[in-house]
C-alpha cells in the first residue's frame, strides 16, 4: 500500500544485462501531432501542472459515455461488479527503464519499479480506501530492459523523442502496457510527473501507447506530496480509458462518467469541501486517482470509473 513500507517482491521477467544503446534512427511509424503541451491551468493562486494527455474534447466525453451503454446493452455480464473483483483482467507488463548519459544519473530501480507495480495493484483492487470501487484489473511483469538514451531520458511529453523512444522501445499489442521510467525536463517551468496515451488512440498510433512516469514521482522520489507511487496509478488510469475528473469543467458531460461530480478545475493540494461547480451535484471530486490531488489525498475510483475502464478494454485493448 502507498502510506506504509511495502516489501516488494522481484516480479517474474526476462531481464537484459547492462544497458542498450539506442539506435540513431528511430522505426518508421506516423507521429501525431503535440497537440497539448502547455501547462494546465489549476486553482487560482496555484502553480500550473504539465498536461499528461492529449487534448480531451466534449465529443470524447460524450463517447466514453455512448462506449458504456453500449457495454451495457450488449454484454451486461461485462460491467457486473461480482464478476470483475472475481476474475479481473490481467494486463501483460513491460518496463523500460531509460538512463541518461552522465554516471550520476538516477534511474528506477528494480526494487521501486516493483513496489510501484504494488501499489497499483492495491489501488485497482479496491484498496487505499474505503470508498474504492475493485476495478478488477491486476498488472504483471514480464520483461525488463535497460537503454541508455539522454534525449529520451529528458524528454518532454508530446515530443520528438519522447515519439521516437516510443516507438523504439514498444513490445506488445494493445493489452499489454509498455510502461516508461525516465526523468523529462520539465514543460515551461511545471514539472512532468508523467504521461499517457488513450486506448482508443492505438489503432492509430500503435507504437507509442503506453505510460511514462517520471522517477522523481515514483515511491520515495524526490517530488515531494507526489512521491507515494499515485502518479502510476493516475497515468494507468488514461491508459485504461479514463479522462481527468476535470475534463470539460462544469459541462454535463465533463470526464464522461455520471457519478464523478463535475469540477471546474484540476485539485491542487487536498482542497476539503471545495465546489468548483455549485449549480452541479456533489463536491469537487478531490480524492479521485483521476483529479490533481496529491498523493496523500487521492485513494478512489468510482463504480462508473470502473465501467469505463472495462467498456474500454473490451473495445479498444481485450484482442
Known amino acids: 500500500m502507498k502510506k506504509t513500507a511495502v516489501a516488494a517482491s522481484l516480479a517474474t521477467g526476462v531481464a537484459l544485462v547492462g544497458f542498450l544503446v539506442a539506435p540513431a534512427q528511430a522505426g518508421p511509424a506516423p507521429a501525431p501531432t503535440a497537440v497539448c503541451v502547455k501547462p494546465i491551468a489549476t486553482r487560482p493562486g496555484v502553480p500550473n501542472r504539465a498536461p499528461d494527455t492529449r487534448a480531451v474534447s466534449s465529443s470524447d466525453a460524450k463517447a466514453a459515455r455512448a462506449l458504456v451503454r453500449s457495454t451495457l446493452a450488449n454484454n451486461r455480464s461485462a460491467l457486473n461488479d461480482a464478476r470483475i473483483a472475481a476474475d479481473p483482467v490481467e494486463v501483460p507488463v513491460r518496463v523500460h527503464i531509460l538512463k541518461g548519459s552522465h554516471d550520476d544519473d538516477r534511474i528506477a530501480s528494480r526494487t521501486r519499479v516493483n513496489e510501484s507495480i504494488d501499489i497499483l495493484n492495491d489501488a485497482y483492487a479496491g484498496g487505499q480506501s474505503g470508498t474504492n470501487a475493485n476495478a478488477g484489473v491486476h498488472f ?44 523529462p525536463r520539465p514543460t515551461d517551468g511545471s514539472p512532468n510527473l508523467g504521461w499517457s496515451s488513450f486506448p482508443q488512440d492505438y489503432s492509430t498510433w500503435p507504437r507509442l501507447d503506453g505510460v511514462t512516469v517520471n522517477i522523481r514521482s515514483m515511491p520515495r522520489g524526490a517530488y515531494t506530496n507526489y512521491n507515494l507511487g499515485d502518479t502510476t496509478v493516475h497515468e494507468v488510469g488514461h491508459w485504461m480509458g479514463l479522462f481527468h475528473t476535470f475534463e470539460g469543467g462544469c459541462d454535463p458531460y465533463n470526464d464522461g462518467v455520471a457519478d464523478t461530480p463535475a469540477e471546474a478545475y484540476p485539485a491542487a493540494g ?50
Open 140 to 183: 504483471r511483469i514480464v520483461s525488463w530492459d535497460w537503454t541508455r538514451w539522454d534525449r529520451a531520458y529528458h524528454a518532454r511529453p508530446f515530443t520528438k523523442y519522447d515519439f521516437r523512444m516510443r516507438r523504439t522501445l514498444h513490445r506488445g499489442g494493445p493489452g499489454t502496457l509498455n510502461l516508461y521510467f525516465s526523468r
Open 270 to 319: 487536498c482542497p476539503e469541501g471545495s465546489d468548483s461547480c455549485p449549480d452541479d451535484p456533489g463536491l469537487d471530486p478531490i480524492h479521485n486517482f483521476m483529479d490533481y490531488s496529491i498523493d496523500p489525498c487521492m485513494d478512489e475510483f468510482t463504480p462508473g470509473q470502473v465501467d469505463l475502464m472495462h467498456s474500454s478494454w473490451l473495445a479498444y485493448r481485450a484482442r
